[in-house]
């Protein structure tokens, strides 16, 4: 079994800043690769941001320059990093681990941006 829970997410205005984390625990052999998806209401489930067990990040245009995508392996944590948020931000964040032979996916955690 393995578990997987997000945290860090809020209310904050434009232009803050929120540290979004991912956590994985359980029955853990190796993290291959870790993703951030975001869902905004009404619309479908887009990718953020990946980074893979080597390091090598990629990002969604709409992000680059302003999100950060990290990991601790020890702490089989990932992490992400926004920053000069933008209303159109706004969504449930997810992380997506990739854990042969599964997937994993969490719960969600909220991000709102609004003055």
């Known amino acids: 079994q393995v578990q997987v829970v997000e945290s860090g997410g809020g209310l904050v205005q434009p232009g803050g800043s929120l540290r979004l984390s991912c956590t994985a625990s359980?029955?853990?052999?190796?993290?291959?690769?870790m993703a951030w998806y975001r869902q905004a209401l009404g619309k479908q489930r887009q990718l953020v941001a990946t980074?893979?067990?080597?390091?090598?990040?990629s990002y969604a245009d709409s992000v680059k320059g302003r999100f950060t995508i990290s990991r601790d392996g020890a702490k089989n944590t990932m992490y992400l990093q926004m920053n000069s948020l933008k209303p159109e931000d706004t969504a449930v964040y997810y992380c997506?681990?990739?854990?042969?032979?599964?997937?994993?996916w969490g719960q969600g955690t909220q991000v709102t941006v609004s003055s």
């Open positions: 980074i893979t067990a080597t390091g090598s990040t």
């Open positions: 997506k681990l990739l854990i042969p032979p599964q997937f994993y």
């Open positions: 359980g029955s853990i052999s190796s993290i291959v690769a």
